[in-house]
T-cell receptor, first 114, second 110 residues
Framework: AQSVTQLGSHVSVSEGALVLLRCNYS??????LFWYVQYPNQGLQLLLK??????LVKGINGFEAEFKKSETSFHLTKPSAHMSDAAEYFC????????????FGKGITLSVRP | DVKVTQSSRYLVKRTGEKVFLECVQD?????MFWYRQDPGLGLRLIYF???????EKGDIPEGYSVSREKKERFSLILESASTNQTSMYLC?????????FGSGTRLTVV
């Protein structure tokens, strides 16, 4: 079985500050890992994905995530937060690839203070 | 761009009604999924389908069924709606490079 843990439900940062959203996974096989973002009243949009190539993955809107097998982590970062980054962020894991079923974390809401 | 369209944005139904949620994708994707999203619980997989007329149960299939008669359309059916099925329902499709989600249907059962 696979699972994802996103600790906390809400993160608040100031505009221009570092964004760090944590994700830890559990998987019995090498995982595929994803971060999705959901803006208010919209569906989810793929930010980035790890599929066993480079461990540092760059995504859209300046976000990146690093796969650390020893820590079973896939934390999402952005050097400088923008007001438009305010949204809900979901980490997800798959055993067999980007087109198979995903297991999502509970999500974390990012607020950005002016 | 792939489009996944969910027929209703908001829906209000009465307890005991049979409810159909429709999802259509326009890029010939084989894999389609239905999730429900609840605050503090994230997304939970209800059913999925890897091909026409094929379906598999997800993590929370109880009280739901699905239909996939054509490749582009994947319907979620609530056989007898109950108040605990009030939720946001998200459909997604994929061909291997990550999911494309619809905008969701917010269902309220009264």
């Amino acid at each position: 079985a696979q699972s994802v843990t996103q600790l906390g439900s809400h993160v608040s940062v100031s505009e221009g500050a570092l964004v760090l959203l944590r994700c830890n996974y559990s998987s019995s096989v090498p995982p595929y890992l994803f971060w999705y973002v959901q803006y208010p009243n919209q569906g989810l949009q793929l930010l980035l994905k790890y599929t066993s190539a480079a461990t540092l993955v760059k995504g859209i809107n300046g976000f990146e995530a690093e796969f650390k097998k020893s820590e079973t982590s896939f934390h999402l970062t952005k050097p400088s937060a923008h007001m438009s980054d305010a949204a809900e962020y979901f980490c997800a894991v798959s055993r067999t690839g980007a087109n198979s079923k995903l297991t999502f974390g509970k999500g974390i809401t990012l607020s950005v203070r002016p | 761009d792939v489009k996944v369209t969910q027929s209703s944005r908001y829906l209000v139904k009465r307890t005991g009604e049979k409810v159909f949620l429709e999802c259509v994708q326009d890029m010939d994707h084989e894999n389609m999924f239905w999730y429900r999203q609840d605050p503090g619980l994230g997304l939970r997989l209800i059913y999925f389908s890897y091909d026409v007329k094929m379906k598999e149960k997800g993590d929370i299939p109880e009280g739901y069924s699905v239909s996939r008669e054509k490749k582009e359309r994947f319907s979620l059916i609530l056989e007898s709606a109950s108040t605990n099925q009030t939720s946001m329902y998200l459909c997604a499709s994929t061909l291997g490079s990550g999911y494309t989600f619809g905008s969701g249907t917010r269902l309220t059962v009264v």
